[in-house]
Antibody
Framework: QVQLVESGGAMVQPGRSLRLSCAAS????????IHWVRQAPGKGLEWVAL????????YYADSVKGRFTISRDNSRNNVDLQMNSLKTEDTGLYYC??????????????WGQGTQVIVSS | QTVVTQEPSLSVSPGGTVTLTCGFS?????????ATWYQRTPGQPPRTLIC???TRSSGVPHRFSGSILGNKAALTITGAQADDDSDYYC??????????FGGGTKLTVL
């Protein structure tokens, strides 16, 4: 079955960096775009970033543009989210999710369990 | 700045019908926004209910349906059950690889 497992969450100080990873299995990874979505404590879901199935298309929410970088390795079925210049408002539970459709972008469909990021001094 | 709007809260009686909507602060939702709906319960990842406006996700009961109503996307629950008491989120595709979630609707079944 489709499985996505996030890792790398931690508590870090503002201004520091963190790298999240998403390991995928159970589907043809190279055919699907992958999203990162987060949820801050007491807040709603926020779309963060997307990498296309080939890895050439990379898209970001305005709130993270210029600070976060998404990448994928189709040989290892893995997606990373490099987060730099972290702010307290980046605190939250970060999910990776597979897109619903092959070779395109529609919306997150199957989700991992999430990894917790806490940005605090 | 584009904002995706949802009702903050709604309530429905058991067995009743309720419609949640998902719209733009200005403009209309169309099928090319691929409205997708999620149910969010504490301690669990989001559960995908409806993809791309109309398509029920695998294993989702038929009482959940998606549509376009007027200028908004809609999620209708027909014959609400107690375990539908949850938070519901929509996401819209804005184009150029960008997506935006609504603020969520807290649905109470009582």
């Amino acid at each position: 079955q489709v499985q996505l497992v996030e890792s790398g969450g931690a508590m870090v100080q503002p201004g520091r960096s963190l790298r999240l990873s998403c390991a995928a299995s159970g589907f043809t990874f190279r055919n699907y775009a992958i999203h990162w979505v987060r949820q801050a404590p007491g807040k709603g879901l926020e779309w963060v970033a997307l990498v296309s199935h080939t890895g050439t298309g990379k898209y970001y929410a305005d709130s993270v543009k210029g600070r976060f970088t998404i990448s994928r390795d189709n040989s290892r079925n893995n997606v990373d989210l490099q987060m730099n210049s972290l702010k307290t408002e980046d605190t939250g539970l970060y999910y990776c999710a597979k897109d619903w459709t092959r070779f395109g972008v529609v919306a997150p469909d199957t989700w991992g369990q999430g990894t917790q990021v806490i940005v605090s001094s | 700045q584009t904002v995706v709007t949802q009702e903050p809260s709604l309530s429905v009686s058991p067995g009743g019908t309720v419609t949640l909507t998902c719209g733009f602060s200005s403009g209309s939702v169309s099928p090319t926004n691929y409205a997708t709906w999620y149910q969010r319960t504490p301690g669990q990842p989001p559960r995908t209910l409806i993809c791309s406006t109309y398509t029920r996700s695998s294993g989702v009961p038929h009482r959940f349906s998606g549509s376009i109503l007027g200028n908004k996307a809609a999620l209708t629950i027909t014959g609400a059950q107690a375990d539908d008491d949850s938070d519901y989120y929509c996401v819209l595709y804005l184009g150029n690889g960008i997506l935006l979630f609504g603020g969520g609707t807290k649905l109470t079944v009582l």
